[in-house]
Nanobody
Framework: QLQLVESGGGLVQAGGSLRLSCAAS????????MGWFRQAPGKEREFVAR????????YYADSVKGRFTISRDNAKNTVYLQMNGLKPEDTALYYC???????????????WGQGTQVTVSS
């Protein structure tokens, strides 16, 4: 089993910044990559960003490219999502998740955290 715990969400004004953290524990060696997803009320869960543990190679959704940065600290088994230039449309419950393959499809992520709320006011 792999346990994921997110933190760092909150309320911020448009244009502001937040940094989310996701701490992994348990069977981390089975994880190929970590992803961040988000889900707004009434909408489907959408991919935000992904990072591969071994190489640090990243991939972003077009909607966040240039504003969000995903990074990882292998020694701490922790993944971060630095969010700058936040917009009201970024408001959502943000989840981190682990996958054993190279994918951005939510259904192919095996383990999920409980989510952390990000609210951006206009």
């Amino acid at each position: 089993q792999l346990q994921l715990v997110e933190s760092g969400g909150g309320l911020v004004q448009a244009g502001g910044s937040l940094r989310l953290s996701c701490a992994a524990s348990g069977r981390t060696f089975n994880s190929y990559a970590m992803g961040w997803f988000r889900q707004a009320p009434g909408k489907e869960r959408e991919f935000v960003a992904r990072i591969r543990w071994s190489t640090g190679v990243t991939y972003y959704a077009d909607s966040v490219k240039g504003r969000f940065t995903i990074s990882r600290d292998n020694a701490k088994n922790t993944v971060y999502l630095q969010m700058n230039g936040l917009k009201p449309e970024d408001t959502a419950l943000y989840y981190c998740a682990s996958t054993a393959i190279r994918t951005i499809v939510a259904g192919l992520y095996d383990y999920w955290g409980q989510g952390t709320q990000v609210t951006v006011s206009s």
